[in-house]
């Protein structure tokens, strides 16, 4: 069943074809996705949710798969932010870092961090585009908004 598709809702698959090995290190080696925008996991369920809610609303013949239902427990579970207020505030706070990369940003909104040396060992690229107290002070800024019984 796993190769099964509808094909009224399948899409082919996307080749991707990169000559190069992509990694996340000291520096951001992404191939074709190097500017590419990117979510953060509170993004992708908020725009997930907001997919599902409209097609239950509008009343399409919409069948939930166990690879969508798997997803949005997986969301649920490790999404940092659950309103939408919130997350654009976050949002907001990381584009005002035009020195970050796009996959940059998600992964900081994503990992809260609670350090700039915790910040600087998971995300090693952002070592030398920020100083140490100016990251804190937005590790901190996105902390505050973090609410843990949203």
């Keep these: 069943m ?11 698959p996307i080749k991707i074809i990169t000559s190069e090995q992509e990694e996340a290190g000291t ?10 925008p990117t979510l953060s ?9 907001a997919v599902i809610d409209r097609r239950h ?3 399409k013949r919409f069948t ?21 207020e919130t997350i654009e505030e976050i949002d907001e706070l990381l584009r005002a870092h035009a020195v970050f990369d796009p996959f940059e940003k ?16 998971l995300i090693p690229s952002i070592a ?15 902390s ?3 609410n843990f019984v949203e």
């Design 41 to 49: 996991l509170s993004e992708a369920r908020l725009i997930i949710n």
């Design 128 to 142: 030398n585009k920020i100083t140490d107290g100016d990251l804190q002070e937005l590790l901190d800024e996105i």
């Design 27 to 36: 520096e951001l080696k992404l191939g074709q996705f190097q500017s590419t």
């Design 64 to 84: 939930e798969t166990e690879v969508l239902t798997k997803m949005t427990e997986y969301l649920d579970t490790f999404a940092r932010f659950r309103r939408k």
């Design 2 to 12: 796993a190769n099964y598709t509808h094909p009224s809702t399948s899409r082919p």
């Design 57 to 59: 609303a509008e009343k």
């Design 106 to 121: 998600s992964q900081l909104a994503t990992l809260c961090c609670e350090s700039y040396e915790e910040a600087k060992t």
């Design 144 to 146: 505050k908004r973090r």
